[in-house]
Every structure is written in C-alpha cells, then in structure tokens.
Nanobody
Framework: VQLQASGGGLVQAGGSLRLSCTAS????????MGWARQTPDPRRELVAS???????NYGDSVKGRFTISRDNAKNTVYLEMNNLEPDDTAVYYC?????????????????WGQGTQVTVSS
C-alpha cells in the first residue's frame, strides 16, 4: 500500500484547510485510514480515523472542528479542518491500518504516507 497526501498550507487562525490522502496498491488490506500529526514533540498525535464503513474516531483536541470522510471509489480520505488554531500547526501524516479497531497510538498504524505541513498563524 502506498499513501499520497496533499493539501497542507499556511492559514490564519480561524481559517480552514482540507487534506486529502489517496491509497494505491493492495488497498483491500486496509481496514482503516486516518491522520496523525507531529510537532517538535517526538510523539505523533492521533487526529482522526475512519473505517471502510464510515465509522470515525477523533482526538480530543480536534473534536467538533475537524471532520474525516472518505470516498471508497477513489480510495481517498479527506480531513476537513475548520476553526484552526495555532496549536494545530504540525506536519500531518496520512496512515493506514490493516487490523480492525481504532488505534490508540500512532505506532499501531501499518503504513504511512509522506507528511504535509499545516501552519496556522495567530
């Protein structure tokens, strides 16, 4: 499986951005796709994930502001980020998990795409 992410950028606080991630290769092995983000803190923070059937999970810091969705026909997952805050500034990574169940740690994802930078100015 390969993951290609896009859509990062610079936005002012209160603004919006949409990230996209398209999977290719053996996509039949994927149970769930999601996003994690990394700041200078070495740990990657879980942001959101979604199953093939549309079940979603969100990190506490983004609930109510971010929405994850997917287009199964396009093997693409989207992350709509609204009301962005400076603390949302990070490199956002798309990821895929083959094992059923929501991950509780970023290390539980099996495949990672390249990161895309999101910068929110105050």
């Amino acid at each position: 499986v390969q993951l290609q992410a896009s859509g990062g950028g610079l936005v002012q606080a209160g603004g919006s951005l949409r990230l996209s991630c398209t999977a290719s290769g053996n996509t039949f092995s994927i149970d769930r796709m999601g996003w994690a983000r990394q700041t200078p803190d070495p740990r990657r923070e879980l942001v959101a994930s979604i199953t093939l059937g549309g079940a979603t999970n969100y990190g506490d810091s983004v609930k109510g502001r971010f929405t994850i969705s997917r287009d199964n026909a396009k093997n693409t997952v989207y992350l709509e980020m609204n009301n962005l805050e400076p603390d949302d500034t990070a490199v956002y990574y798309c990821a895929a998990r083959n094992v059923p169940g929501a991950p509780t740690d970023a290390a539980q994802y099996d495949t990672w795409g390249q990161g895309t930078q999101v910068t929110v100015s105050s």
